[in-house]
């Protein structure tokens, strides 16, 4: 979806593992006209198998906002599909929208499916526990 064939968008699903993020993403960008990103597309391995690392969090978080910007500038929608848990995490997608005018939507799943990634319940708690409602508009 370029400009000249209608409205630039900026798309952010936060939710927890497990919510349903990532396949809410993929059904929004069937028919091609958003641009899918998350960080955990970043922590595949060359086989395109899933491992997640801690110490890889920053790196794939600074490369997801950069496959963001890059795209924005290109003239496409994004959806970024993350968790999100906190609103400042949001603050760069925000920035770079701002800065370029784009439209912001943000989209919260609340669902409760298995994680795709096998988070232990454990580290949902600990996300749950920290997670920050938006502000009001």
């Keep these: 979806m370029t ?3 209608t409205k630039q968008l900026l ?3 936060r939710g927890l593992p ?3 993020k990532s396949t809410l993403a993929q059904k929004l960008c069937q ?4 641009i899918h990103l998350e960080a955990d597309m970043f922590m595949t391995d060359r086989n395109g198998k899933y491992s997640f690392s801690p110490a890889k969090l ?3 978080h600074a490369r997801c906002e950069h496959e963001t910007r890059q795209n924005l500038e ?4 994004v959806v970024v599909a993350n968790t999100f848990s906190q609103v400042w995490e949001m603050q760069p997608y925000l920035d770079m ?3 370029r005018k784009i439209p912001v939507q943000i989209i919260e799943c609340q669902g409760q499916f298995k994680s795709i990634h096998d988070v232990p319940e454990r580290g949902i708690a600990t996300m ?3 997670w920050e409602k938006l502000p009001p508009k």
């Design 3 to 5: 400009t000249s064939d």
């Design 11 to 13: 798309m952010l699903i």
């Design 18 to 20: 497990g919510s349903g």
């Design 31 to 34: 028919n091609g006209d958003l």
């Design 58 to 60: 920053a790196d794939v």
């Design 74 to 77: 290109d003239g496409h929608s």
């Design 97 to 99: 929208a701002r800065e």
């Design 128 to 130: 749950r526990n920290r």
